[in-house]
């Protein structure tokens, strides 16, 4: 049994969250697009959004990818650990 999926998640670039995104076409230049039904905004893949907790949750989901479990993430991002959790929990939720 694991709790590790292969399946990429996208997470949402304004709220962080991946439980509301789906792919909305391709932008000019052919990327992929996302749409975030939480927040009613797309978002480019390719687009690096200032914002700090999209740079949290990409880290995050970066070493999740790679089995951290949630206390070194926490230890390595400086992120509280509740904040982890909460981000990890979204990363293991099956699409639905
Ligand atoms: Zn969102």
Known sequence: MTIFSKKKKTICHICGRNDGTKKYGVGAAGQQRYYCMHCN????????????EFNIAAQVEALWEKHHTPEQISTELQVPLVKVKSLVMLLEEKDV
């Not at 905004?41 to 700090?52: D, H, V």
């Open 41 to 52: 905004k797309t978002f480019q893949t390719t687009y690096i959004y200032k914002g700090k």
